[in-house]
């Protein structure tokens, strides 16, 4: 993580961009809002769990409670009491936010598989809950939600939704990108590789676990909202342990120690849920077989896959041009496609 | 002067309040009480609420019976393996389904369908085990993703060979008859009962091996120091992969009293596997003990909340076990029989 961008990172980067943001413009408008806006939220929860799994070694379960309960909240507000949804939006947001924090404390005690278990349990309360409170519509859920008037139908007509999606999403992974290269970012990550280390260098071990956690559940929080706002609905069914196992998968099938592999898992993901339904009726083994390879061949997921291929392409092609001085130095084991393997 | 002193302090022991402990074990207290003045309210008479008391007492014993079952299985694979099956469920699932087409479409008698059925749920097991988890062995993480992975396509699977709608395996002839009690003219379903019997068998049989016989030391070497063990000349893979078949197996056992004594769906795999992750987490995962007491407290939670918790509130019974849970974990992050390693 802590490699500068290189030119060729950069120039791919801009690409990816540029590609994405003609997506409404080139595809229809059942492909923006089914594949679209549905990666988009989906990268953006991923996302906060690649970012605890990746720069805090925290694999969690609960990103999906977090993500309810903003957007059940936000659900609630604007349609029962007619708030402005931008408020609404706030005010579920920054409740998950403290609801993250109660969750941080109580599980940063715990480490590795401990800590997906307590977050598993974290998931199981919220959707208990959310499934048996009448007040937020219990199974049936909260129908009918508006998002704001600016960003306009998000089924009839998805283009702003998806634009507004899209900035929020370049937005999120600039600030986690920030952050996990600040001196906290860096200490989190030390925690995750050495908490004893950590601990006997001073560091408050918890603490920084806590506070992790605590800046992850806004990204899932917004998330929330924004699925809200793309579906004009939310239910407990939208967090239930499938779910929360679902965004772990795909996040695994990006890679879960780079941030942008949260949105390119939640793309194969979507791509495969809204076209190969057709083809197969068992769509959730093929799902698990993918799952299966990627953690068995490639911890690194998709992404790494295609930085080790990368790398290995820059390094054997002999006319590439010649930015490569520090990929053909020998001295750094793997200087390219480190960041790929773990 | 000053030592003499220092001394003196150290002799007199310290008032230490463990302040959480505490508020968790009133807390505890509180609901206990509670419990028992709903129970016994309208005093001992048949007329009052005793009879229903000691159903509702009997049907958390029970559950508690078929938690400890299972959970009895996903503790030994984690304390000798340090591997959490998270397919633990689906093999759960897997070994009532066997049973369900042995008994149902068969007519296999239920004692041997039972004990195919955990064959087959310890074959599958050990399958995953020898392909995937061995060569990951000391990746926690990895292994615990490889196996949701394996659930995933297990339960999937399993949905398309044995349909979605739900179904109960028939008990053996001899114990369909309700148990009476002899107590106010109760009785009580004798499959039920036969559960916690079988609880308290596996349970037995588990500690005898463990603390009586060379299989068990063995084990227990594994457990402290799997390196030293396999140093000595002890096939440490082969206990491993006996483990991995004992403890799926157990699961599959579990799937079949989860069949006869309430029913097969799917989605119930995820449920139970959440169950038993609770009942071993909250004892401590890897200490058989503490899977039986996270059973009786998992059981008995379960039964009086959803019985004596007012009734609007009754529909959040199934949150009460997820806030002992996590309760627990907060205070003691390794559960309440747990060693930290």
């Given at each position: ?252 099938i990006g890679g879960l120690n780079r941030l ?83 | ?170 008990p053996p002839e001899f114990l369909a008859q ?36 060379r299989v068990g030391m063995v084990v227990r ?121």
């Open positions: 993580m802590t490699r500068a961008w290189t030119y060729g990172t950069r120039g791919a980067l801009a690409v990816v961009l540029l590609v994405v943001a003609l997506v409404p413009l080139l595809f229809t408008t059942f492909f923006t809002s089914q594949v679209g806006l549905t990666s988009l939220w989906l990268g953006i929860v991923a996302v906060s769990l690649t970012f605890l799994s990746g720069q805090g070694g925290m694999v969690s379960l609960a990103q999906t409670a977090l993500f309810g309960v903003a957007g059940m909240i936000a659900a609630k507000l604007s349609v029962d009491a007619g708030w402005n949804p931008w408020a609404a939006a706030l005010v579920g947001i920054l409740t998950a936010t403290v609801v993250g924090l109660v969750f941080g404390a109580l599980a940063s005690g715990s480490q590795g598989i401990y800590f997906l278990i307590i977050t598993l349990a974290f998931a199981q309360v919220t959707y208990f809950y959310f499934a048996a409170v009448p007040t937020f519509g219990a199974h049936e859920g909260i129908n009918g939600v508006r998002p704001p008037e600016i960003l306009g139908d998000p089924v009839s007509d998805p283009t702003r939704m998806y634009y507004f999606l899209l900035a929020v999403s370049v937005l999120v992974y600039a600030g986690l990108r920030y952050v996990s290269r600040t001196a906290f970012g860096l200490a989190l990550a030390g925690v995750r590789d050495d908490p004893v280390r950590m601990a006997a260098l001073g560091y408050n071990v918890r603490l920084h676990r806590t506070l992790g956690f605590t800046l992850a559940a806004p990204v899932a929080g917004a998330a929330g909202v924004l699925s809200a706002w793309s579906n004009t609905r939310i239910s407990a069914g939208s967090i239930s342990l499938a779910i929360a196992i679902l965004v772990l998968t795909a996040a695994v942008e592999g949260a949105w390119v898992g939640a793309l194969l993901y979507t791509l495969c849920d809204t076209y190969l339904r057709g083809f197969t009726d068992r769509f959730t083994t093929w799902l698990g077989v993918v799952f299966l390879v990627i953690v068995l061949v490639s911890p690194g997921g998709v992404v790494g896959v295609l930085s080790w291929v990368g790398g290995w392409v820059r390094r054997h092609l002999p006319g590439s041009p010649a930015p490569a001085i520090p990929a053909a130095a020998p001295a750094p084991p793997v200087p390219v496609s480190s960041n790929g393997a773990i | 002067m000053a030592s003499q002193t220092a001394a003196a302090r150290r002799s007199v022991p310290r008032l230490r309040v463990p302040v959480a402990p505490a508020v968790a074990v009133l807390i505890g207290a509180a609901g206990l009480l509670g419990v028992l003045w709903q129970a016994f309210e309208k005093g001992f008479g048949s007329e009052g609420n005793v009879p229903t008391f000691i159903l509702i007492t009997l049907n958390g014993l029970t559950l508690a019976g078929l938690y400890f079952i299972s959970a009895s299985g996903l503790t030994l694979i984690f304390g000798l393996l340090r591997v959490t099956n998270l397919a633990h469920g689906a093999l759960f699932l897997l070994g009532g389904y066997l049973a369900l087409t042995l008994v149902q479409d068969a007519g296999v008698n239920w004692w041997l369908a039972a004990l195919v059925a955990m064959v087959g749920a310890g074959v599958v097991g050990l399958v995953m085990h020898q392909l995937f988890l061995r060569w990951n062995q000391g990746q926690d993480l990895r292994q615990a993703l490889i196996t949701i992975a394996v659930s995933l396509i297990l339960a999937d699977q399993m949905q398309a060979w044995f349909g979605a709608t739900p179904t109960a395996i028939a309700p148990l009476p009690l002899g107590v106010y003219d109760l009785a009580y379903p004798t499959f039920r009962l036969t559960m916690l019997a079988a609880a308290l068998v596996v349970g037995l049989v588990f500690w005898l091996v463990y603390k009586r016989t070497a594994g457990v402290d120091d799997t390196q030293m063990t396999s140093a000595l000349g002890v096939n440490v893979q082969k206990v491993f992969a006996i483990a991995f078949f004992v403890g799926s197996a157990l699961a599959g056992l579990g799937g079949v009293f989860a069949g006869t004594s309430l029913s097969l769906a799917p989605g119930q795999d995820q449920s139970f596997l959440v169950s038993a992750l609770v009942v071993v987490i909250v004892g401590g995962m890897g200490s058989l003990g503490g899977a039986a007491l996270g059973a009786l407290l998992l059981g008995l939670v379960d039964q009086y909340s959803s019985a004596y918790l007012p009734p609007e509130y009754s529909n959040l019974s199934a949150l009460l076990t997820f806030v002992l849970l996590a309760v627990i974990l907060a205070v003691r992050p390794t559960g309440l029989f747990g060693k930290i390693r």
